[in-house]
Protein backbone atom coordinates (compact mmCIF):
# COMPACT_ATOMS: atom_id res chain seq x y z
CA UNK A 1 0.00 0.00 0.00
CA UNK A 2 1.38 3.38 -0.72
CA UNK A 3 1.77 5.34 2.81
CA UNK A 4 0.02 8.49 0.91
CA UNK A 5 -2.88 6.88 0.33
CA UNK A 6 -3.07 5.60 3.64
CA UNK A 7 -2.88 9.00 5.04
CA UNK A 8 -4.98 10.43 2.94
CA UNK A 9 -8.03 7.97 4.61
CA UNK A 10 -7.10 8.98 8.02
CA UNK A 11 -8.35 11.41 10.48
CA UNK A 12 -6.83 12.32 13.67
CA UNK A 13 -9.18 13.16 16.06
CA UNK A 14 -9.24 16.69 15.47
CA UNK A 15 -9.06 16.36 11.70
CA UNK A 16 -11.78 14.76 11.43
CA UNK A 17 -13.34 18.14 11.67
CA UNK A 18 -11.22 19.92 9.59
CA UNK A 19 -13.86 20.37 6.50
CA UNK A 20 -15.95 22.49 8.51
CA UNK A 21 -14.29 23.79 11.20
CA UNK A 22 -11.00 25.03 9.24
CA UNK A 23 -10.64 28.25 9.83
CA UNK A 24 -13.08 29.07 12.66
CA UNK A 25 -12.78 26.59 15.66
CA UNK A 26 -9.29 25.26 14.53
CA UNK A 27 -6.65 27.33 12.98
CA UNK A 28 -9.05 30.63 13.08
CA UNK A 29 -6.94 33.57 12.20
CA UNK A 30 -6.87 36.50 15.28
CA UNK A 31 -5.61 40.01 13.15
CA UNK A 32 -4.97 42.62 14.34
CA UNK A 33 -2.12 44.21 17.17
CA UNK A 34 -1.92 41.30 19.71
CA UNK A 35 -4.16 42.57 22.33
CA UNK A 36 -7.71 41.34 24.34
CA UNK A 37 -9.88 43.24 21.28
CA UNK A 38 -8.33 41.95 17.76
CA UNK A 39 -10.39 41.09 14.26
CA UNK A 40 -11.94 37.69 13.62
CA UNK A 41 -13.17 37.50 10.20
CA UNK A 42 -13.50 41.13 9.65
CA UNK A 43 -15.16 41.75 12.80
CA UNK A 44 -14.03 42.67 16.02
CA UNK A 45 -13.76 39.94 18.97
CA UNK A 46 -13.35 40.55 22.69
CA UNK A 47 -10.74 37.42 22.57
CA UNK A 48 -9.48 35.35 25.86
CA UNK A 49 -7.79 32.58 24.48
CA UNK A 50 -3.96 34.03 24.35
CA UNK A 51 -1.82 33.10 26.80
CA UNK A 52 -0.14 36.63 26.56
CA UNK A 53 -1.18 36.50 30.33
CA UNK A 54 1.33 39.43 31.43
CA UNK A 55 0.18 41.25 28.05
CA UNK A 56 3.64 41.99 27.40
CA UNK A 57 3.41 40.85 23.92
CA UNK A 58 2.50 44.16 22.66
CA UNK A 59 4.37 46.37 25.31
CA UNK A 60 5.66 49.07 23.64
CA UNK A 61 8.94 48.77 25.91
CA UNK A 62 8.89 45.29 24.52
CA UNK A 63 8.35 45.62 20.83
CA UNK A 64 10.89 48.21 20.83
CA UNK A 65 13.47 45.91 22.30
CA UNK A 66 12.74 43.16 19.90
CA UNK A 67 12.94 45.24 16.94
CA UNK A 68 16.15 47.30 18.10
CA UNK A 69 17.54 43.56 18.61
CA UNK A 70 16.20 42.09 15.50
CA UNK A 71 17.95 45.37 13.69
CA UNK A 72 20.93 45.06 15.65
CA UNK A 73 21.71 41.16 14.82
CA UNK A 74 19.08 39.99 12.43
CA UNK A 75 17.45 36.44 13.12
CA UNK A 76 20.37 34.52 12.19
CA UNK A 77 22.81 35.45 14.18
CA UNK A 78 24.34 33.20 16.24
CA UNK A 79 24.59 30.04 13.68
CA UNK A 80 25.11 27.12 14.84
CA UNK A 81 23.88 25.05 18.03
CA UNK A 82 24.90 26.12 21.31
CA UNK A 83 27.78 23.64 21.34
CA UNK A 84 29.70 24.27 18.06
CA UNK A 85 29.43 27.91 17.22
CA UNK A 86 26.24 28.99 18.32
CA UNK A 87 27.08 30.65 21.67
CA UNK A 88 26.97 34.04 22.89
CA UNK A 89 27.58 36.53 26.23
CA UNK A 90 23.80 37.11 25.78
CA UNK A 91 22.84 33.46 26.05
CA UNK A 92 24.79 32.62 29.04
CA UNK A 93 23.57 35.90 30.61
CA UNK A 94 19.85 35.29 30.13
CA UNK A 95 20.57 32.15 31.68
CA UNK A 96 22.59 33.55 34.83
CA UNK A 97 19.64 35.83 34.97
CA UNK A 98 16.99 33.34 34.78
CA UNK A 99 18.76 30.92 37.44
CA UNK A 100 19.15 34.02 39.85
CA UNK A 101 15.46 34.56 39.21
CA UNK A 102 14.45 31.26 40.30
CA UNK A 103 16.83 30.79 42.59
CA UNK A 104 18.96 27.89 41.73
CA UNK A 105 22.70 27.26 40.48
CA UNK A 106 21.87 27.64 36.92
CA UNK A 107 19.90 27.05 34.00
CA UNK A 108 19.63 26.01 30.80
CA UNK A 109 18.25 27.93 27.14
CA UNK A 110 15.94 26.08 24.94
CA UNK A 111 14.82 26.78 21.17
CA UNK A 112 11.41 25.42 22.11
CA UNK A 113 10.03 24.29 25.28
CA UNK A 114 8.10 21.25 23.64
CA UNK A 115 11.31 19.14 22.69
CA UNK A 116 13.20 20.65 24.62
CA UNK A 117 11.64 19.25 28.02
CA UNK A 118 10.95 15.84 25.91
CA UNK A 119 14.68 15.81 25.42
CA UNK A 120 15.37 16.56 28.65
CA UNK A 121 13.35 13.27 29.91
CA UNK A 122 15.09 11.72 27.81
CA UNK A 123 18.91 12.84 28.46
CA UNK A 124 18.10 12.39 32.23
CA UNK A 125 16.79 8.54 32.82
CA UNK A 126 17.70 5.60 31.49
CA UNK A 127 16.53 1.98 30.97
CA UNK A 128 16.88 1.28 34.90
CA UNK A 129 15.46 3.86 36.22
CA UNK A 130 11.78 4.70 36.87
CA UNK A 131 9.50 7.56 35.82
CA UNK A 132 6.19 8.79 37.51
CA UNK A 133 4.23 11.05 36.30
CA UNK A 134 0.84 12.66 36.78
CA UNK A 135 -1.65 11.44 34.58
CA UNK A 136 -3.01 15.46 32.80
CA UNK A 137 0.51 15.78 32.25
CA UNK A 138 1.63 17.95 28.62
CA UNK A 139 1.71 16.12 25.65
CA UNK A 140 5.22 17.50 25.86
CA UNK A 141 5.73 15.39 28.62
CA UNK A 142 4.01 12.38 27.54
CA UNK A 143 6.07 12.12 24.30
CA UNK A 144 9.08 12.66 26.90
CA UNK A 145 8.26 9.70 28.74
CA UNK A 146 7.70 8.35 25.72
CA UNK A 147 11.56 8.20 24.63
CA UNK A 148 12.02 6.26 27.91
CA UNK A 149 13.07 2.91 27.90
CA UNK A 150 12.48 1.55 31.27
CA UNK A 151 9.67 1.19 33.19
CA UNK A 152 7.25 4.18 33.99
CA UNK A 153 3.94 4.76 36.16
CA UNK A 154 1.12 7.05 36.02
CA UNK A 155 -0.74 8.99 39.11
CA UNK A 156 -4.53 9.70 38.99
CA UNK A 157 -3.93 13.74 38.75
CA UNK A 158 -3.06 15.47 41.56
CA UNK A 159 -4.20 12.50 43.36
CA UNK A 160 -1.20 11.86 46.52
CA UNK A 161 -2.44 8.68 47.16
CA UNK A 162 -2.57 6.97 43.89
CA UNK A 163 1.25 8.81 43.44
CA UNK A 164 1.97 6.81 47.04
CA UNK A 165 1.22 3.87 45.40
CA UNK A 166 2.75 3.89 42.32
CA UNK A 167 6.25 5.31 44.24
CA UNK A 168 5.84 1.89 46.01
CA UNK A 169 6.09 0.01 42.81
CA UNK A 170 8.36 2.49 41.23
CA UNK A 171 10.88 2.16 44.12
CA UNK A 172 10.56 -1.40 44.59
CA UNK A 173 11.50 -2.03 41.03
CA UNK A 174 14.53 0.85 41.31
CA UNK A 175 15.90 -0.65 43.85
CA UNK A 176 15.77 -4.20 42.04
CA UNK A 177 17.51 -2.73 39.12
CA UNK A 178 19.34 -0.48 40.55
CA UNK A 179 17.73 2.56 39.55
CA UNK A 180 16.51 6.04 40.60
CA UNK A 181 13.44 7.43 40.61
CA UNK A 182 12.13 10.74 38.56
CA UNK A 183 8.55 12.03 38.83
CA UNK A 184 7.40 14.58 36.45
CA UNK A 185 4.64 16.96 36.94
CA UNK A 186 3.37 20.57 36.27
CA UNK A 187 3.31 24.25 38.13
CA UNK A 188 -0.44 24.75 36.89
CA UNK A 189 -2.04 22.52 34.36
CA UNK A 190 -3.47 24.68 31.43
CA UNK A 191 -6.77 22.96 31.39
CA UNK A 192 -8.03 22.71 34.76
CA UNK A 193 -6.23 25.26 36.08
CA UNK A 194 -5.45 23.34 38.88
CA UNK A 195 -1.88 24.13 40.55
CA UNK A 196 0.10 20.65 41.14
CA UNK A 197 0.38 19.58 44.70
CA UNK A 198 3.74 20.16 44.45
CA UNK A 199 3.48 20.42 48.41
CA UNK A 200 2.63 17.01 48.96
CA UNK A 201 4.61 15.65 46.42
CA UNK A 202 7.79 16.67 48.14
CA UNK A 203 7.15 15.84 51.04
CA UNK A 204 7.16 12.05 49.51
CA UNK A 205 10.63 12.86 48.79
CA UNK A 206 12.39 11.34 51.60
CA UNK A 207 10.48 8.25 52.00
CA UNK A 208 10.94 7.41 48.56
CA UNK A 209 14.20 8.96 47.57
CA UNK A 210 12.64 11.09 43.86
CA UNK A 211 13.94 13.93 41.69
CA UNK A 212 11.27 16.37 41.09
CA UNK A 213 10.66 17.60 37.25
CA UNK A 214 8.07 20.46 37.14
CA UNK A 215 7.01 21.61 34.08
CA UNK A 216 5.74 25.48 35.08
CA UNK A 217 4.66 27.04 32.02
CA UNK A 218 1.81 27.98 32.79
CA UNK A 219 2.87 29.16 36.53
CA UNK A 220 6.09 31.44 35.45
CA UNK A 221 5.13 35.11 35.39
CA UNK A 222 1.83 34.53 37.33
CA UNK A 223 2.58 32.97 40.82
CA UNK A 224 5.57 33.69 43.03
CA UNK A 225 5.90 37.64 43.89
CA UNK A 226 7.93 38.55 40.93
CA UNK A 227 6.20 35.66 38.55
CA UNK A 228 8.71 32.93 39.82
CA UNK A 229 6.28 30.63 39.45
CA UNK A 230 4.53 27.70 41.36
CA UNK A 231 7.39 26.17 43.20
CA UNK A 232 8.22 29.94 45.14
CA UNK A 233 4.29 30.71 45.22
CA UNK A 234 4.08 26.85 47.10
CA UNK A 235 7.48 27.55 49.40
CA UNK A 236 9.10 24.50 47.92
CA UNK A 237 11.22 26.02 45.25
CA UNK A 238 14.32 24.45 46.79
CA UNK A 239 12.77 20.81 46.67
CA UNK A 240 12.22 21.06 42.51
CA UNK A 241 15.31 19.79 41.09
CA UNK A 242 14.32 20.28 37.70
CA UNK A 243 12.53 23.45 36.94
CA UNK A 244 10.85 23.86 33.23
CA UNK A 245 9.18 26.61 31.86
CA UNK A 246 8.82 28.27 28.63
CA UNK A 247 8.79 32.17 27.08
CA UNK A 248 5.47 30.73 24.95
CA UNK A 249 3.30 32.25 27.63
CA UNK A 250 3.76 35.54 30.50
CA UNK A 251 7.34 36.09 28.44
CA UNK A 252 5.11 35.92 25.05
CA UNK A 253 8.07 34.97 22.84
CA UNK A 254 9.62 31.81 21.68
CA UNK A 255 12.06 29.23 24.27
CA UNK A 256 12.42 28.26 27.27
CA UNK A 257 14.63 27.11 29.85
CA UNK A 258 15.39 24.39 32.39
CA UNK A 259 16.69 26.04 36.08
CA UNK A 260 18.17 23.25 38.53
CA UNK A 261 21.58 22.24 40.03
CA UNK A 262 24.73 23.45 38.32
CA UNK A 263 26.00 19.89 38.00
CA UNK A 264 22.71 18.74 36.63
CA UNK A 265 22.46 21.58 34.09
CA UNK A 266 26.28 21.12 33.11
CA UNK A 267 25.17 17.01 32.22
CA UNK A 268 21.96 18.78 30.28
CA UNK A 269 23.98 21.35 28.30
CA UNK A 270 26.30 18.16 27.06
CA UNK A 271 23.23 15.80 27.02
CA UNK A 272 20.06 17.13 25.49
CA UNK A 273 20.11 16.00 21.77
CA UNK A 274 17.44 18.76 21.25
CA UNK A 275 19.86 21.61 22.05
CA UNK A 276 23.66 19.75 21.03
CA UNK A 277 22.17 19.15 17.63
CA UNK A 278 19.79 22.04 16.97
CA UNK A 279 20.44 25.66 15.96
CA UNK A 280 20.65 28.21 19.16
CA UNK A 281 17.74 30.95 19.84
CA UNK A 282 18.32 33.64 17.88
CA UNK A 283 19.65 36.54 19.46
CA UNK A 284 15.81 38.69 19.38
CA UNK A 285 14.38 35.96 21.37
CA UNK A 286 17.68 36.19 23.46
CA UNK A 287 17.79 39.90 24.08
CA UNK A 288 13.27 39.81 24.03
CA UNK A 289 13.82 37.51 26.96
CA UNK A 290 15.96 39.59 29.27
CA UNK A 291 13.91 42.68 28.66
CA UNK A 292 10.88 41.00 29.37
CA UNK A 293 12.63 39.00 32.74
CA UNK A 294 13.70 42.92 33.97
CA UNK A 295 9.99 43.79 33.60
CA UNK A 296 8.87 40.40 35.41
CA UNK A 297 11.27 42.09 38.07
CA UNK A 298 10.78 45.44 37.83
CA UNK A 299 7.33 46.51 36.87
CA UNK A 300 4.51 44.17 39.15
CA UNK A 301 1.82 46.16 37.72
CA UNK A 302 1.51 43.23 34.96
CA UNK A 303 0.81 40.82 37.53
CA UNK A 304 -1.20 42.79 39.58
CA UNK A 305 -3.18 43.62 36.57
CA UNK A 306 -2.96 40.02 35.09
CA UNK A 307 -4.70 39.06 38.78
CA UNK A 308 -7.40 41.66 39.39
CA UNK A 309 -8.81 40.71 35.88
CA UNK A 310 -8.77 36.60 37.09
CA UNK A 311 -10.15 37.49 40.46
CA UNK A 312 -12.64 39.12 38.69
CA UNK A 313 -13.67 37.32 36.39
CA UNK A 314 -13.64 33.77 38.11
CA UNK A 315 -15.21 35.75 41.22
CA UNK A 316 -18.51 36.91 38.90
CA UNK A 317 -18.34 33.34 37.05
CA UNK A 318 -18.99 31.96 41.01
CA UNK A 319 -21.53 34.24 41.84
CA UNK A 320 -23.47 34.04 38.63
CA UNK A 321 -23.25 29.82 39.28
CA UNK A 322 -20.63 29.00 36.33
CA UNK A 323 -18.72 25.46 37.10
CA UNK A 324 -15.30 26.82 36.66
CA UNK A 325 -13.91 23.48 38.14
CA UNK A 326 -10.98 23.70 40.77
CA UNK A 327 -8.91 25.91 39.78
CA UNK A 328 -6.25 27.82 41.91
CA UNK A 329 -4.68 29.90 39.01
CA UNK A 330 -5.60 32.20 36.01
CA UNK A 331 -6.61 29.75 34.21
CA UNK A 332 -10.26 30.04 33.77
CA UNK A 333 -12.58 26.76 32.26
CA UNK A 334 -15.92 26.96 32.29
CA UNK A 335 -17.60 23.80 33.06
CA UNK A 336 -20.77 23.48 30.82
CA UNK A 337 -22.38 20.04 29.56
CA UNK A 338 -23.14 19.12 26.21
CA UNK A 339 -21.69 17.09 23.05
CA UNK A 340 -19.64 18.28 20.72
CA UNK A 341 -22.04 19.72 18.33
CA UNK A 342 -23.76 21.79 20.83
CA UNK A 343 -20.16 22.63 21.62
CA UNK A 344 -19.60 23.85 18.46
CA UNK A 345 -22.83 25.64 18.21
CA UNK A 346 -22.89 27.51 21.25
CA UNK A 347 -19.30 29.04 20.51
CA UNK A 348 -20.51 29.90 16.71
CA UNK A 349 -23.17 31.79 18.89
CA UNK A 350 -20.71 33.51 21.30
CA UNK A 351 -18.41 34.78 18.35
CA UNK A 352 -20.99 35.59 15.94
CA UNK A 353 -23.84 37.46 18.05
CA UNK A 354 -21.67 38.35 21.41
CA UNK A 355 -18.33 39.09 19.51
CA UNK A 356 -16.62 36.89 22.17
CA UNK A 357 -13.64 34.30 21.42
CA UNK A 358 -12.43 32.02 23.51
CA UNK A 359 -10.89 28.25 23.15
CA UNK A 360 -13.95 25.40 23.22
CA UNK A 361 -12.25 22.33 24.41
CA UNK A 362 -14.26 19.06 23.62
CA UNK A 363 -13.79 15.57 23.39
CA UNK A 364 -11.01 13.55 24.09
CA UNK A 365 -9.33 16.16 26.13
CA UNK A 366 -12.68 16.39 28.57
CA UNK A 367 -15.65 13.67 29.06
CA UNK A 368 -18.27 13.22 25.90
CA UNK A 369 -20.87 15.09 27.51
CA UNK A 370 -18.36 17.84 28.92
CA UNK A 371 -17.98 21.27 27.13
CA UNK A 372 -15.07 23.29 28.71
CA UNK A 373 -14.97 26.60 27.49
CA UNK A 374 -11.10 28.21 28.12
CA UNK A 375 -10.51 31.69 29.01
CA UNK A 376 -7.52 32.90 29.94
CA UNK A 377 -7.39 36.22 31.69
CA UNK A 378 -4.72 39.21 30.58
CA UNK A 379 -2.85 42.09 32.47
CA UNK A 380 -4.39 43.74 29.63
CA UNK A 381 -8.00 43.18 29.68
CA UNK A 382 -10.34 45.49 31.34
CA UNK A 383 -12.90 45.04 33.71
CA UNK A 384 -15.84 46.23 31.63
CA UNK A 385 -14.70 42.69 29.42
CA UNK A 386 -15.52 40.96 31.90
CA UNK A 387 -18.97 41.98 32.63
CA UNK A 388 -19.51 42.05 29.31
CA UNK A 389 -18.38 38.15 28.88
CA UNK A 390 -20.68 37.35 32.15
CA UNK A 391 -23.48 38.49 30.73
CA UNK A 392 -23.32 36.45 27.43
CA UNK A 393 -22.15 33.68 29.48
CA UNK A 394 -25.18 33.93 31.28
CA UNK A 395 -27.58 33.93 27.62
CA UNK A 396 -25.55 31.46 26.22
CA UNK A 397 -25.77 28.93 29.30
CA UNK A 398 -29.21 29.51 29.45
CA UNK A 399 -29.49 28.20 25.79
CA UNK A 400 -27.65 25.24 25.74
CA UNK A 401 -29.97 24.19 29.11
CA UNK A 402 -33.21 25.11 26.81
CA UNK A 403 -31.90 22.93 24.05
CA UNK A 404 -31.50 25.46 21.72
CA UNK A 405 -27.92 24.63 20.20
CA UNK A 406 -29.32 20.77 19.36
CA UNK A 407 -31.39 21.75 16.76
CA UNK A 408 -29.10 23.53 14.73
CA UNK A 409 -26.73 21.77 11.97
CA UNK A 410 -23.18 22.37 11.09
CA UNK A 411 -23.29 23.09 7.94
CA UNK A 412 -25.04 25.90 8.33
CA UNK A 413 -22.03 28.05 9.95
CA UNK A 414 -19.46 27.31 6.92
C1 LIG B 1 2.48 22.90 30.02
C2 LIG B 1 3.25 23.18 28.77
N1 LIG B 1 4.50 22.73 28.64
C3 LIG B 1 5.21 22.95 27.52
C4 LIG B 1 4.70 23.66 26.47
C5 LIG B 1 5.51 23.80 25.22
O1 LIG B 1 6.19 25.00 25.17
P1 LIG B 1 6.63 25.65 23.77
O2 LIG B 1 5.44 26.34 23.20
O3 LIG B 1 7.74 26.58 24.17
O4 LIG B 1 7.13 24.55 22.89
C6 LIG B 1 3.40 24.17 26.55
C7 LIG B 1 2.81 24.97 25.46
O5 LIG B 1 3.29 25.95 25.00
C8 LIG B 1 2.66 23.93 27.74
O6 LIG B 1 1.42 24.39 27.88
Known amino acids: MDLFEKIAGKTSPLGQFAKDAHHYYTFPKLEGELAPHMMFRGKEVLNWSLNNYLGLGNHPEVRKADADAAAAWGCAYPM ?7 NTDYHEELERQLAEFEQKEDAILLNFGYQGILSAID ?13 ESHACIIDGVRLHQGKRFVYAHNDIENL ?40 LKSKFDFRLMVDDAHGFGTLGPN ?16 YFSTF ?26 SQIFAKSLPMPFVIGALKRLDMLKSQP ?4 NLWKITNALQGA ?25 EATHLTYDLRENFNIFCSIVVYPVVPKDVIMLRLIPTAVHKLEDVDRTIKAF ?21
Request: hydrophobic share 40%; glycine share 12%.
Open 394 to 414: QVVKKKLANGDYKAEKLAAFS
Open 227 to 242: GEGAGVEQGIQDDIDI
Open 301 to 304: QHKE
Open 123 to 135: ALVDRRDVIVYDA
Open 80 to 86: GARMMSG
Open 164 to 203: ERQLVRAKKMADQQDGAILVITEGVFGMSGNQGNLREIVE
Open 317 to 341: LKKEGFDIGTTTSCVTPVILKGNIA
Open 248 to 273: AKSMASIGAFIAGDEVIINYLRYSMR
